[in-house]
């Protein structure tokens, strides 16, 4: 029995958003033997068909490359990135377990692994490369922020928190909170019943993000807890027209569904109580 | 000596002077007990479903010496599984001395078919508890002959319909004093419709979600040893539900019993007892059905008391692994709010799988704490989860008043280990007034926890006589008064020792205690009996009307 959850965000967050790995400088590339710069043409060319969502043909091009070159790290990242993508976490964790074998003091590999342990529900291994790739770019947000989720889905709400807040803190330095970030730490502090500070995050997620699904319908969930109904239902009616992303129209509707139903709007509620159970159902947990 | 003195005294007997609690519970291996019953979960590589779900135990008084027996459910003969050697399920004696001795086949109580749970209760008001066996295949009444043996009367009874049964509840719906059944029923199915759950090749037993749900059943009790089919003329049988555990009790104060049914990757079910021989199911309104996000959990045990001293009931849900244990409280409107994060049970249960469970005061202090085993639905998930664990430790919630504290080791070696476990029920078995805890193990033995008595705090147990689910026992100890509603069912596939054990802190006298009958149909409250000035530390015994002797 597997029951695989979907990840807290979306895989696009880091998968496709980040960057490649820094082109080789030219007196590298000329200290190289012909295979290895052969291997790096092809890399090379698996990266272009990548951007280009050709995936089929970069992986091609990409075991040509490690065939000439299997200690090449872009090409073996550029590939777990590939596997993770078609739901092959036993290729991809290979391959960046050798990348991690070849170049241990990149935290970028490091973390690489650890996201994909994490987007395979492997919480467990998903934790020491996380940790290691914090001591090696210690002002890397991203990094604190997986390791949030990782800690929160080890059930270690206390060292989640602290990461949550170590990478808004370096987001701020960095000049742009992310909305998603506070979401994901608001979501932690509403399983914690602490809906007070978890309100005060969506609302700096709203002021960030004013159209973020997301943060509208959190805000609505935090509004029905404190039965503010007509204001729990502008917000989840808000969030029903705005582009989706992690939060499903099902979510949406349920949180119209008994917003309604507690403001003796009995009708209404119906409707969308009807819309929450023809939809999909969520294995949101 | 003064208090403090004897307050400190008393602290260095109970830590042994080394500053360490003795451990609340320790384990009675089969050596010392003699119960030696092994669930066999007809493990098959194929893996049906049916293996992973028992065993249930009861803790009953089978022979009315006044002492607490066992029974054990037992995996049996069915479509997919043929046993080698014949299965039974399995009845042990208590001798009194903290020995067993197996009566099974004395008894006439092997079961047939596949074993799942078990309800003990006086369906015949005859004062001799009888026994109700669910299975895979058809369920089992087993009438007590008064002599030490049992009689199979499920036919007469009207009791055998086929199907996959899972907890059943014994209470009196309609209030005219005879006890009506629950029988929940989980997912449709038979060996035709299994499914394959492969994984690397490797079958798994798959998500509850992959089978179609089924409807629960609902008996009423004719009060001549037949029941009838009320299932759709209640409304109970109108609900497509995969369910698991069940607990009956009053939710609104107004004298009928209702009914919580947790369901496995569907809604979970709160049936409103509406008074005229039909329920409501109210699970969406009440918000009990679903997680905050509409999301149906993997409900299995549940339990309702009222652990916050408000006098309302709350209910309680053990869930799937990373679906965080619910723990409802009662808003006083027919609507509950999951406190799972406020009081530290969110976190606490996050990682596990949690089945048997039972609300209890195990130190007396008056207020209820809370017992829950675990183990992971797949003795193969080790093989696809770095996280999860087949094998899951007991949990033991300290009630701290607004925080539910896992003691962990603290509580006990059984505590520090991981168990299959299933069905849970607590009792006391050797009569000195404390509760112990027998937990029955998939494909595993059982285990048997016995309460060391480790605290200093007073007691008084209260066993009703006849039909006493639905009433409320209240008392005031040391001049703080608690109340306790007294419920049917509960826990997972199991039946708990009926007698109550009331927590008096430092006490030794009750100041008062009270005892509100339930009401005949009729009526709209019922008797009140009062005692004053009751003496601790030891059990007794009322009848509506009568006096505690």
């Known amino acids: ?285 | 000596m003064g208090k403090f003195g004897v307050a400190l005294s008393l602290l260095l007997l109970l830590t042994g002077g080394e500053g360490t609690p003795p451990p609340l519970f320790e384990i009675v291996p089969p050596s010392k007990s003699n119960v030696n019953f092994v669930h066999n979960n007809a493990l098959s590589p194929r893996r049906y479903l049916p293996e992973s779900i028992g065993p249930g135990v009861a803790i009953f008084d089978y022979d009315n010496d006044g002492w607490m027996d066992i029974y054990f459910t037992n995996s049996g003969p069915c479509d997919f599984f043929q046993p080698k050697e014949p299965l039974r399920n399995a009845l042990y004696r208590n001798n009194r001395d903290g020995t067993y001795t197996d009566v099974t086949e004395k008894a006439g109580v092997v079961g047939r078919d596949f074993g799942i749970g078990v309800a003990a209760a006086d369906y015949n008001r005859d004062g001799w508890a009888d026994l109700f066996v669910t299975n895979y295949g058809t369920n089992i009444l087993y009438r007590n002959n008064k002599n030490g043996t049992f009689t199979d009367v499920t036919k007469e009874a009207g009791l055998g319909a086929p199907g996959l049964y899972t907890s059943s509840v014994w209470f009196d719906y309609d209030r005219d004093g005879a006890l009506d059944l629950f029988v929940g029923h989980f997912v449709k199915y038979s060996q035709s419709l299994e499914r394959k759950c492969e994984y690397n090749g490797v079958q798994h037993y798959c998500y509850p979600l992959s089978y179609d749900p089924f409807p629960s059943k609902l008996y009423r009790n004719n009060g001549d040893g037949a029941f009838t089919d009320v299932s759709e003329a209640s409304g109970v049988g109108k609900q497509m539900g995969k369910s698991f555990g069940a607990v009956a009790t009053d939710i609104n104060n107004d004298g009928w019993l209702d009914l919580f049914v947790a369901n496995d990757s569907v809604p979970n079910f709160l049936f409103l007892n509406q008074g005229d021989g039909s329920f409501k199911e109210i699970g969406f309104e009440a918000e009990v059905a679903f997680n905050p996000d509409g999301a149906a959990r993997s409900g299995m045990g549940v339990d309702a008391a009222d652990y916050d001293g408000d006098g309302l009931e709350d209910l309680f849900v053990a869930n799937f692994n990373r679906e965080r244990f619910s723990i409802y409280r009662n808003r006083g409107d027919n609507s509950f709010s999951d406190e799972a994060g406020q009081t530290g049970i969110g976190a606490a249960t996050q990682m596990f799988s949690g089945w048997g469970l039972r609300f209890f005061d195990f130190d007396f202090d008056g207020d209820l704490d809370l017992i829950v085993c675990n183990g992971h639905p797949d003795d193969l998930i080790e093989a696809v989860s770095t996280t999860l664990k087949h094998k899951e430790p007991i949990l033991l919630f300290e009630n701290r008043g607004q925080e539910f504290v896992n003691l962990g080791a603290a509580a006990g070696e059984a505590f520090a280990h991981d168990y299959p476990a299933r069905g849970l029920a607590v009792g006391d078995l050797n009569n000195d007034g404390y509760p112990d805890v027998v937990i029955g193990n998939n494909g595993a033995a059982p285990l048997l926890l016995h309460h060391t008595r480790a605290t200093s705090h007073h007691w008084v147990g209260l066993s009703l006589i006849g039909q006493a689910a639905g009433a409320r026992i209240t008392w005031s100890a040391g001049g703080v008064k608690r109340s306790r509603l007294k419920t049917a069912g509960g826990s997972y596939l199991s039946s708990h020792d009926p007698r109550e054990l009331l927590g008096l802190g430092a006490a030794k006298t009750v100041d008062w205690i009270e005892v509100r009958w339930p009401a005949p149909s009729k009526e709209r409250s019922g008797r009140v009996d009062r005692f004053e000035k009751v003496a601790a530390d030891r059990y007794y015994s009322l009848k509506e009307g009568g006096k505690l002797q």
Do not use: W
Request: with cysteine; charged share 25%; glycine share 4%.
């Open chain 1, 1 to 285: 029995m597997r029951r695989a959850l979907f990840p807290s965000l979306p895989l696009a967050v880091c998968f496709f958003t980040a960057a490649f790995p820094a082109a080789f400088s030219q007196a590298t590339a000329q200290s190289q033997s012909p295979r290895e710069r052969s291997a790096l043409a092809l890399y090379q060319k698996a990266a272009a068909l990548f951007q280009q969502r050709q995936y089929e043909q970069s992986l091609a091009a990409l075991d040509e490359a490690l065939k000439l070159n299997p200690r090449l790290v872009p090409a073996l990242t550029l590939k777990a990135r590939l596997a993770m993508a078609v739901n092959r976490f036993d290729v991809a964790k290979a391959s960046l377990q050798r990348a991690v074998e070849i170049e241990p003091g990149v935290a970028d590999n490091h973390f690489l692994l650890g996201f994909c342990n994490y987007v395979d529900n492997d919480f467990k291994n998903a934790l020491p490369p996380l940790e290691r790739s914090r001591q090696l770019k210690p002002d890397d947000a991203r990094t604190h922020f997986y390791l949030a989720l990782t800690l929160e889905a080890l059930a270690r709400a206390d060292d989640a928190i602290a990461s949550y807040e170590q990478s808004l803190k370096l987001e701020k330095n960095g000049g742009a909170i992310l909305a998603d970030t506070l979401v994901a730490y608001a979501r932690l502090l509403f399983t914690l019943g602490r809906y007070g500070e978890s309100e005060t995050l969506i609302d700096r997620a709203l002021a960030a993000a004013p159209d973020s699904r997301d943060a509208r319908y959190e805000k609505g969930r935090l509004l029905l807890e404190r039965r503010a109904y007509a204001e729990a239902i502008t917000y989840g009616k808000k969030a029903l027209e705005l582009p989706a992303a992690g939060t499903t129209e099902r979510q949406i509707h349920f949180l119209l569904a008994r917003a309604y139903a507690k403001s003796g709007q009995k009708e209404l509620a119906e409707i969308h109580l009807a819309k929450f159970r023809a939809a999909p159902p969520t294995l949101r947990r």
